[in-house]
C-alpha cells in the first residue's frame, strides 16, 4: 500500500515537473509522456508526434544533450538541435504562437557567432546550431545544408568516422546549399 501511494506521488511530481495533463497521460495509457501538452497545443496527429519523438530519440543518441522541449535538444549550453517534423521544410518553436523559430545562421551576414548544419538540401529540415569551439556529432546521412556565420576567419572543419579530416569551409560569410556527403561526416569542429 504504500509502496503504491509514494509510485503515485511520484509520477504526480514528475507530471508536475514536465507540465502534463491529466487527459494528455491518460491518453497514452502507460504514464507521463514528456511535453505532451505542446504536442496537443500544435494539433499534431498521433503519428506526427510518434514520428518527432522517434527521430528525437535517434539524434540524441548520436549527439548527446538533454530534450528541453518537444523537437528542441540542448546540447550542454554549447548549441541545440532543433528537429523538424518529419516532412516537413523547417523545424517549428512549439514555444511560440507563432511557431516561427528564428535561424541566427540565416538571419543574414552579420556574424551570428554560430555555425549551423542542415539535415535538408537548401538550408531545410532538422538543424544543428553549433555555437562553442567543440566536437558535435552528426547523425544525418546523405545531402544537406550548412552555413558559417562565425567570427571572421573562423573555419569549421568536418571529420570522418576514424577522426581524419574530411574537409574545411571556407571563413565566414559562407553556405553550402546541397552539401552532398553528410553520410561521410561523424563529427563537426566550427573552430
Known amino acids: 500500500m504504500r509502496i503504491r501511494r ?15 495533463t491529466a487527459p494528455a497521460m ?3 495509457g502507460s504514464g507521463p509522456v514528456p511535453f505532451a501538452a505542446q504536442a496537443e497545443a ?5 503519428a506526427q508526434t510518434d514520428s518527432l519523438r522517434a527521430e528525437v530519440g535517434r539524434i540524441m543518441a548520436t549527439t548527446g544533450g538533454r530534450q528541453v522541449a518537444l523537437n528542441k535538444i540542448e546540447l550542454n549550453g554549447q548549441g541545440d538541435v532543433l528537429v523538424a517534423i518529419p516532412g516537413e521544410a523547417h523545424p517549428r518553436d512549439f514555444s511560440s504562437p507563432s511557431g516561427v523559430l528564428s ?7 552579420v556574424h551570428s557567432g554560430y555555425f549551423c548544419a542542415y539535415s535538408g538540401q537548401n538550408f531545410g529540415g532538422s538543424e544543428i546550431k553549433m555555437y562553442s ?12 545544408s550548412w552555413v558559417n556565420d562565425q567570427t571572421p576567419g ?11 579530416l574530411l574537409y574545411t569551409t571556407p571563413a565566414p560569410y559562407a553556405s553550402n546549399r546541397n552539401y552532398s556527403t553528410w553520410t561521410n561526416v561523424h563529427t563537426i569542429r566550427p573552430c
Request: charged share 15%; proline share 6%; net charge neutral.
Open 6 to 20: 509514494l509510485t503515485t506521488i511520484a509520477v504526480a511530481a514528475v507530471a508536475l515537473l514536465l507540465g502534463l
Open 26 to 28: 491518460a491518453a497514452r
Open 42 to 46: 500544435a494539433h499534431l496527429t498521433s
Open 103 to 109: 535561424d541566427p545562421c540565416l538571419e543574414g551576414p
Open 133 to 144: 569551439c567543440q566536437s558535435y556529432g552528426i547523425p544525418w546521412d546523405g545531402n544537406g
Open 154 to 164: 573562423t573555419k569549421a572543419r568536418f571529420y570522418r568516422n576514424d577522426g581524419s
